[in-house]
């Protein structure tokens, strides 16, 4: 089951980013009094109750004029209308309403996606229940008031927020499509690919406001099997601000990874792999998501006998934390190699879904510590009990020792690639859980 997505949206300096800290329980975002700072970490995995879901955090640039303040705010506002399942619509209870959140309000009104209206800054409700009040004229339902610094009213306004989501996303958990994600950087190819794939122009992306995202899914059937791809290109509008086109495409990213089975990173091979390349990258690493790189526009590269072999080294090198990612070289254009997509992506949902019995684990695990005997530390060595498959998509696996503190993590390495050698698990990662358990 996906993660709901949690759309963070409001003016500058209203304190999104103190909240978006406090519900990550880190510092992820840099909080200053200058508006338009938040930078780094846009997204954060949170639990509230029994809901696990994902926040991220729209930024809040600030330009000359409100001009322009308006349009960066209703841009903020149609990115998280298309890709978040549930709104927040943070407000100051200081500046009170102000224009720019009446604009705002009517847009995400209109969209149809539920809206958690926030008035934030009310570390005192006596003193300013009356100006909270005032928020009911957005037409947006109960204000709730909260303040992000001191943490009050937080448990209210997260029990309206994952109240809606018994409500979103419920028929995507019944289907059971592969469901692929196109990820990467604006203007790699990423609708290219999709086109070719279906034979037809099919992905446009939309102008209108309150376009949902699931405009941008496409069904293609291929020898029986329907496959659902999910398009992050089409950024609205070109943005002159380098930071505020990264900062979109990655909460793009963020929501359709959520929503994936297999994570395809397209790269485009004229450009090489770049630093957004490996942020991308990271986060469906980070969801156990499977992986393919697909580096397009292979056929204008002019190459020799090594050409694809510096490529894949360059690539590995820098997504050293993904040895496990299949690799694709292939132009959109062309149709080179397109095809043998789909037998990737199927091999990687196999591997994704693969679940091994604890006797053989345990026969890789007895050879694998024989061979390379586990560490010790003070004269402590590490004992590895057994070790048992507890879940798939991705592949987890429980190790049982007699002390977690002596379980390196080189020496964790060294046995996920005895388990890759003998089962493969190519294009998913594996995670592991280490637990002590006292010795008899």
Not at 113 to 122: A, E, G, Q, T
Not at 401 to 422: C, G, P, T, W
Request: net charge negative; hydrophobic share 40%; proline share 3%.
């Amino acid at each position: 089951m996906s993660r709901p997505v949690v759309a963070i949206v409001g003016r500058p300096n209203v304190g999104k980013s103190t909240l978006f800290n406090t519900l990550a329980g880190e510092k992820i975002a840099i909080v200053k009094d200058t508006p338009g700072v938040t930078r780094d970490r846009i997204y954060a995995d949170v639990s509230w109750l029994d809901y696990n879901f994902t926040i991220v955090d729209t930024g809040g640039i600030e330009p000359e004029s409100d001009d322009v303040l308006l349009s960066r705010m209703r841009e903020q506002a149609q990115i998280a209308i298309e890709t978040a399942d549930v709104i927040m619509f943070i407000t100051d209870v200081r500046d009170g309403l102000v224009e720019s959140d009446y604009q705002v309000a009517d847009m995400l009104r209109r969209s149809q996606k539920p809206v958690v209206l926030v008035v934030n800054k009310v570390d005192n409700f006596d003193k300013f229940e009356a100006d909270v009040y005032e928020f009911y004229n957005l037409g947006m339902g109960d204000p709730h008031a909260i303040s992000a610094s001191s943490k009050l009213g937080l448990g209210d306004m997260l029990d309206e927020v994952v109240s809606h989501f018994r409500s979103t996303g419920g028929e995507e958990d019944e289907d059971d499509r592969p469901r692929i994600a196109i990820i990467g950087k604006p203007n790699v190819g990423k609708s290219s690919i999709i086109n070719k794939l279906i034979g037809e122009e099919r992905v446009i992306v939309s102008d209108i406001a309150g376009t949902t995202r699931d405009a941008v899914d496409t069904t293609i059937k291929r020898n029986g099997t329907e496959y659902v791809f999910i398009d992050t290109a089409g950024l609205r509008r070109k943005s002159k601000i380098k930071e505020e086109l990264e900062r979109y495409s990655i909460i793009r990213t963020v929501a359709a990874v959520e929503r994936c089975n297999v994570a395809v990173l397209v790269i485009d091979a004229d450009e090489g792999i770049t630093e957004q390349d490996t942020k991308i990258a990271g986060i469906a690493h980070e969801r156990g998501k499977g992986m393919i790189i697909v580096v397009n526009k292979w056929d204008l590269v002019e190459k020799d006998n090594s050409t694809m072999n510096k490529f894949t080294d360059e690539i590995r090198n820098k997504l050293s934390y993904m040895p496990y990612a299949e690799l694709l070289f292939v132009s959109a254009k062309s149709g080179q190699r397109l095809p043998k997509l789909f037998e990737v992506i199927d091999a990687v949902i196999a591997n994704h879904s693969l679940r091994i019995q604890t006797g053989v684990l345990n026969e890789i695990l007895t050879e694998a510590t024989a061979m390379n005997q586990p560490p010790s530390d003070k004269g402590k060595r590490l004992k590895i009990f057994y070790m048992t498959q507890v879940s798939t998509r991705p592949p987890t696996f429980v190790i049982f020792v007699n002390d977690k503190e002596l379980m390196h993590f080189s020496y964790q390495r060294y046995i996920e690639n005895k388990i890759r050698e003998a089962f493969g698990f190519r294009g998913t990662p594996l995670r592991f859980i280490i637990r002590e358990r006292k010795e008899n």
